[in-house]
């Protein structure tokens, strides 16, 4: 009775020690005396006590800091970049198979790239072109990290810092730039104001009274501003100078 009672509770406490549960988001990647059985979870599972091991793998997307470092660009540039990664187990035995710490093995390659991807751009390039150079980062690494079992998502450029000599000198270039524009846009409203003037005058041309009409016009504007002295044009004198001869022949009349 009493060996029974001794099995029974052996039993009881190799079944209690079996019992695994593995959460959503990761899986268990089973060993069979050293040897590889196969992959399990989500959920409750059970595995032989002293005969086989479990290796826990999280499938969740790892946000990994590529941390800055100086490169020199392909115009000689010499600068600081930082990046962040993001990567994800997809192949949870290759994870644990093929590389012994994949996080660590793919933060190195990830500093690697960074460091021969940036240096075949030119400055220009980097801080207009970002989505390329991302992508071709991305990329790179992804190649490298396929075997391992994990796949890179996005690469991002968060920080690139330059010399205090080239920001000096983008900032002049960038004045320089924002004149040269000015003045452009300066020239083609002289320029559009120019050619209206000249239609304006040949429409004046053609009718005298129009001349007459603006200069009617803009008296009653400097009317409003209430000036002491107001300047007749001589063209408008020598019209007044006729109506009155007029209205002198006809009362004479």
């Known amino acids: 009775m009493d060996f029974l009672f001794f ?11 079996s019992i695994r549960v593995v959460k959503e988001y990761d899986r268990g990647v089973v060993f069979f005396l050293g040897k590889f059985k196969d992959v399990r979870g989500p959920g409750l599972i059970l595995l032989f006590p002293y005969l086989e091991q479990m290796t826990r793998v999280s499938l969740r997307t ?3 800091q590529i941390p800055s470092q100086k490169i020199i660009t392909k115009d000689n540039v010499s600068i600081d970049i930082a990046a962040v990664a993001y990567f994800l187990i997809v192949d949870p035995a290759k994870s644990v198979i093929a590389i012994e710490n994949i996080t660590s093995a793919v933060n190195q390659i990830s500093q690697t790239t ?3 991807v940036v240096g ?5 390039q980097l801080l207009s072109e970002t989505l390329d150079v991302n992508q071709r980062i991305k990329d790179v ?3 490298h990290t396929e075997p391992w079992g994990a796949k890179v998502t996005a690469v991002e450029i968060k920080d690139i810092t330059l010399p205090d000599n080239m920001q000096r000198a983008m900032a002049k270039e960038a004045e320089a730039e924002r004149e040269r524009r000015a003045k452009i846009v300066a020239a083609e409203g002289e320029f559009q104001a120019a050619v209206k ?12 009274v129009a001349l007459q009409l603006r200069t009617l016009q803009t008296m009653a504007e400097i009317s409003v501003e209430k000036n002491s002295t107001i300047i007749f044009p001589a063209q408008f004198m020598t019209t007044v100078q006729e109506a009155m001869k007029m209205i002198t022949s006809d009362s004479g009349k």
């Open 120 to 124: 075949q751009f030119s400055l220009d």
């Open 141 to 143: 690494i992804d190649t």
């Open 62 to 64: 790892i946000t990994m």
């Open 197 to 208: 003037l000249g239609e304006a005058a040949d429409i004046i041309a053609s009718h005298p």
């Open 7 to 17: 099995i029974l509770a052996v039993g009881v406490i190799t079944l209690l020690a």
């Open 114 to 116: 960074v460091r021969n």
